[in-house]
């Protein structure tokens, strides 16, 4: 059980292009999502938190009007890169934890990996 | 906000040697401690996890030690094997909040 997957796992995309990943739990109801960033070699960074049905709550550093959070429904969340740029290129996960579960625990999907040209 | 540090950063045993990667948190309230394997390219899967509740955790050859006091916590890999070979990361959070990662630990595992 507690199975998250991602959709696309690799995107290549020109610089200057949005780009949508999805992320979806397969077999449990997701009350929070949460998105990262994981640089070659570093850490998993958060970058926002997501509850279904309200807005998502961004890290600092993190602009909301660049990467767009959509939780909408249980099972879903989707981040949109917008006028992505070189820089944005990273591997992006996301994670999901369920009430019904133990919180605390977050299941993580197979990440996207994003290339911008 | 809360900051965990990971140490070693790297780490090399001999197979069928133990090793053990420690962590130190910062904020007294955190109360979940979760350990992560990364293998390259894939994602983070959960290994173990101990709430601040208990002391120790066991699973089979990996184990969990949380000291609150001391605001560290440890993972203990014993037999270790070439297929443990990986990143580690160590984790905190409090009531079910956001994860706090440490920087990661690359063990390898020689045979």
């Known amino acids: 059980g507690a199975v998250v997957s991602q959709h696309p796992s690799r995107v290549i995309c020109k610089s200057g292009t949005s780009v949508k990943i999805e992320c979806r739990s397969l077999?449990?109801?997701?009350?929070?999502m949460f998105w990262y960033r994981q640089f070659p070699k570093q850490s998993l960074m958060l970058m926002a938190t997501?509850?279904?049905?309200?807005?998502?709550?961004?890290e600092q550093g993190v602009e909301k009007d660049k990467f767009l959070i959509n939780h909408a429904s249980l099972t879903l969340s989707t981040l949109t890169v917008t006028s992505a740029h070189p820089e944005d290129s990273s591997f992006y996960i996301c994670s999901a934890s369920s009430r019904a579960t133990a919180k605390e625990t977050q299941y993580f999907g197979p990440g996207t990996r994003l290339l911008v040209l | 906000g809360e900051n965990v540090e990971q140490h070693p950063s790297t780490l090399s045993v001999q197979e069928g040697d133990s090793a053990v990667i420690k962590c130190t948190y910062s904020?007294?309230?955190?109360?979940?401690f979760p350990w992560y394997k990364q293998e390259l390219g894939k994602r983070p899967q959960l290994i173990i996890d101990i709430r601040s509740n208990v002391g120790e955790k066991k699973d089979q050859r990996i184990a969990v030690t949380l000291n609150k006091t001391a605001k560290h916590f440890s993972l203990h890999i014993t037999e270790t094997q070439p297929e443990d070979s990986a990143v580690y990361f160590c984790a905190a959070s409090k009531y079910g909040n956001k994860l706090v990662f440490g920087a990661g630990t690359i063990l390898r595992v020689k045979s």
């Open positions: 904020d007294s309230a955190s109360n979940y």
């Open positions: 997501s509850n279904e049905g309200s807005k998502a709550t961004y």
């Open positions: 077999d449990f109801q997701a009350t929070t």
